[in-house]
């Protein structure tokens, strides 16, 4: 793999790139701005999503996503530390409540508020398909032999139902006794038959786990959300949609149906108060 390098011979020292998490290709919504706080630099755009910042001291700066239909997102990189040959930083970006979606989208739609009525920004909100044929794929342990065991981050896909990239979240379901916990993916093995996950699981997952989509997002300053769903599997599925705001933590089962929106406001309010 060759060094990355502009045309003109700078060096590279960040490439950014940006992938829209709901159709799970590059962005092609809104004016999207890539900075560094505090430093008067402009990245260059690129094609597929990618901006290029060039002859950076090394050192940590504050990344910054700004744009007016993806929520405004923020990360720290460390420049120096990253692969010479590969420094790349991926970021996936949540569509806000003005997003246009594509007709036969299927949503979730929120407003959150406190008592007196006003808006609740940054409301963490987690949406998860729970039916279990509305998975995305089933899992094998990666050694092959039906056994593994806790720890693992590690497994082969089966019956993949859509596109999984680096980023997405899921529930992992286990076939046999129901466990299940949240995790990340972080990347293919290079079988690209394979994934691995951030975080080693607690529970041994045999066989055939499910693999649930999962979308986390958060209200706007308007305390508006909308969680969307990749490409559904099926036509109707039970999902669970989670708000976490302060200590406090909410849940409510929700029925969606494949192209539809369904639109939250009363009920969620009063569970807030």
Not at 18 to 26: G, I, K, Q, R, S
Not at 61 to 89: A, F, M, W
Not at 130 to 151: F, T
Request: one cysteine or more; proline letters at 6%; glycine letters at 10%.
């Amino acid at each position: 793999m060759r060094t990355l390098t502009m045309r003109l011979g700078a060096p590279v020292s960040v490439v950014v790139e940006l992938l829209d998490d709901f159709t799970a290709e590059p962005p092609a919504q809104g004016d999207i701005k890539v900075l560094l706080q505090g430093y008067p630099v402009n990245a260059i755009a690129k094609s597929a999503g990618q901006y290029v910042f060039t002859n950076l001291p090394d050192g940590s700066y504050e990344l910054e996503v700004r744009s007016t239909h993806y929520l405004h997102c923020q990360t720290q990189i460390t420049v120096g530390s990253l692969d010479p040959k590969h420094p790349v930083v991926s970021l996936l970006l949540k569509p806000a409540p003005n997003y246009s979606f594509p007709s036969g989208a299927t949503l979730l739609r929120a407003r959150v508020v406190d008592v007196a009525g006003q808006a609740i920004p940054d409301v963490g909100v987690r949406g998860t398909v729970l039916s279990g044929n509305g998975a995305r794929a089933r899992l094998v342990p990666a050694n092959g032999n039906g056994e593994e065991r806790s720890g693992t981050i590690e497994y082969r896909l089966m019956h993949v139902l859509g596109r999984i990239i680096p980023g997405d979240i899921y529930l992992l379901r286990s076939k046999e006794d129901g466990c299940e916990e949240y995790n990340q993916v972080k990347g293919y093995l290079r079988d690209n038959r394979s994934i691995t996950f951030y975080q080693p699981f607690s529970h041994s997952y045999g066989p055939g786990a499910l693999l649930l989509p999962c979308v986390e997002t958060r209200t706007d300053q308007r305390g508006e959300v909308v969680v969307y769903f990749r490409h559904p599997s099926v036509r109707r599925f039970e999902g669970q949609i989670e708000l976490k705001y302060g200590q406090q933590v909410i849940s409510e089962k929700v029925t969606l149906e494949d192209g539809g929106t369904i639109k939250l406001c009363k009920s969620i309010t009063e569970s807030l108060s």
